[in-house]
């Protein structure tokens, strides 16, 4: 049974960096194929895809905040973490992690975090 | 980056109506499309992937089709629990993008 959860703060001041943790079991980062995803959703709007690590440290990241965003992993933990510097309030939103299969779109998710940007 | 286009933005229809949700893209993209469904407060949920795949689990009155550019999910027969906001997904090519989402609300 694959899990995924969002950990991480609630509330974080503008310029700060934010530090999201993805902690899963069910499965690991180390088999081919598999990834874990990050997405985000701000209030009463759409889903927007922020970044992806796979079982061999290939990185990917949306081009609007690649300078902005690190994805790490530590398979032995089970976690992939996400950092995005220079908080804004427009990044208020709910922070999901999902699980990556190939070519199977995101067929887990994490049950989100909400993270709200304010001074 | 490949742009998606999903209309319409809301949809009002009755408990066992048939319902289609379009999905075009800005170039083509073969197969790697994913539609998920997403109810208030909750994650979205994976329901068809390779655009015409069902996730296993998923009522068989959800269907996909579509390939290259045009996309297209179809609820056969409208229950309650299927009132909630859908969204498409390509994979083909990074930056992965997802539509605006089609809200399916009660008529």
């Known amino acids: 049974q694959i899990t995924l959860k969002e950990s991480g703060p609630t509330l974080v001041k503008p310029t700060q960096t934010l530090t999201l943790t993805c902690t899963f079991s069910?499965?690991?980062?180390?088999?081919?194929?598999?990834?874990v995803g990050w997405i985000r959703q701000p209030p009463g709007k759409a889903l927007e895809w922020l970044a992806l690590?796979?079982?061999?440290?290939?990185?990917r990241y949306s081009p609007s905040l690649k300078s902005r965003l690190t994805i790490t992993k530590d398979t032995s933990k089970n976690q992939v973490v996400l950092t995005m510097t220079n908080m804004d309030p427009v990044d208020t939103a709910t922070y999901y992690c999902?699980?990556?299969?190939?070519?199977?779109?995101?067929?887990?998710w994490g049950q989100g975090t909400l993270v709200t940007v304010s001074s | 980056v490949i742009w998606m286009t999903q209309s319409p933005s809301l949809l009002s229809a009755s408990t066992g109506d048939r319902v289609t949700i379009s999905c075009r893209m800005s170039?083509?993209?073969?197969?790697?499309l994913a539609w998920y469904q997403q109810k208030p407060g909750k994650a979205p949920e994976l329901l068809i992937y390779?655009?015409?795949t069902l996730q296993s689990g998923v009522p068989s009155r959800f269907s996909g089709s579509g390939s290259g550019t045009d996309f297209t999910l179809t609820i056969s027969c409208l229950q309650s629990e299927d009132f909630a906001t859908y969204y498409c997904?390509?994979?083909?090519?990074?930056?992965?993008?997802f539509g605006q989402g089609t809200k399916v609300e009660i008529k």
């Open positions: 999902a699980h990556i299969l190939h070519d199977y779109g995101l067929d887990y």
């Open positions: 069910g499965f690991s980062l180390s088999t081919s194929g598999v990834g």
């Open positions: 690590i796979y079982w061999n440290d290939d990185k």
């Open positions: 170039q083509g993209i073969s197969s790697y």
């Open positions: 390779a655009a015409s």
């Open positions: 997904q390509q994979y083909y090519s990074f930056p992965w993008t």
